[in-house]
């Protein structure tokens, strides 16, 4: 069964501080998408990744940077948290992003920065 | 501004009730999806919408493609407290599949 996994269900961070947010699909998927979702916003893309070492920017990069060193693991950085970045962060992938794939996302990190 | 606009945000009904929530934009998409997303889970897949006019059934769920394919309604019947969750319809931005998503619409199914 498509799997993906988040590193964190629940993260308290300091304003300030670095932080790492993992996220690993086992389904061999070559694109891979950070949201956050915020009540009223929906989900907003942040960054996707379509395969090793490659990124692009979504809607709100700003404030994160995203690393894709293996196929699997797709990570979201905050590179000096600050207490606007409290959301829900969605990690998902798709197979081939030019069909009507779904998205399989994970549980979701909801992180709180103090 | 919101490329996709849910409708309504909030809905909570009796159990056994039908509603139906929309997904509407001023961009014509290829196709649209729904998501169901429960609390502590990320969205899952519920259905997709590719050609105008389409409609698709799965159980007591009815969702509908509109003809210019600007637009799409989800119906429930007889609804079930099993059905609360948040309903988000998503499409893509480009020929890319980069999908965007609405805000959703929070149903409450009230036993």
């Known amino acids: 069964d498509v799997k993906v996994t988040q590193s964190s269900r629940y993260l308290v961070k300091r304003t300030g501080e670095k932080v790492f947010l993992e996220c690993v699909q086992d389904m061999d998927h070559e694109n891979m998408f950070w949201y956050r979702q915020d009540p009223g916003l929906g989900l907003r893309l942040i960054y996707f990744s379509y395969d090793v070492k490659m990124k692009e920017k979504g809607d709100i990069p700003e404030g994160y940077s995203v690393s894709r060193e293996k196929k699997e693991r797709f990570s979201l950085i905050l590179e000096s948290a600050s207490t606007n970045q409290t959301s829900m962060y969605l990690c998902?992938?798709?197979?081939?992003?030019?069909?009507?794939?779904?998205?399989?996302f994970g549980d979701g990190t909801r992180l709180s920065i103090l | 501004t919101q490329l996709l606009e849910q409708s309504p945000q909030f809905l909570s009904i009796q159990e056994g009730e039908n509603l139906t929530v929309y997904c509407n934009s001023s961009s014509v998409f290829s196709s649209l999806q729904w998501y169901r997303q429960e609390p502590g889970e990320g969205p899952v897949l519920l259905v997709t919408v590719v050609t105008g006019g389409e409609v698709k059934k799965l159980k007591r769920l009815t969702f509908q493609f509109g003809d210019a394919r600007k637009d799409s309604s989800l119906h429930i019947t007889a609804a079930q407290p099993g059905d609360t969750g948040l309903y988000l319809c998503a499409g893509p931005l480009n020929n890319n599949n980069d999908m965007r998503f609405g805000a959703g619409t929070r149903l409450t199914v009230k036993p």
């Open positions: 998902a992938s798709i197979g081939d992003r030019y069909s009507n794939q779904p998205q399989h």
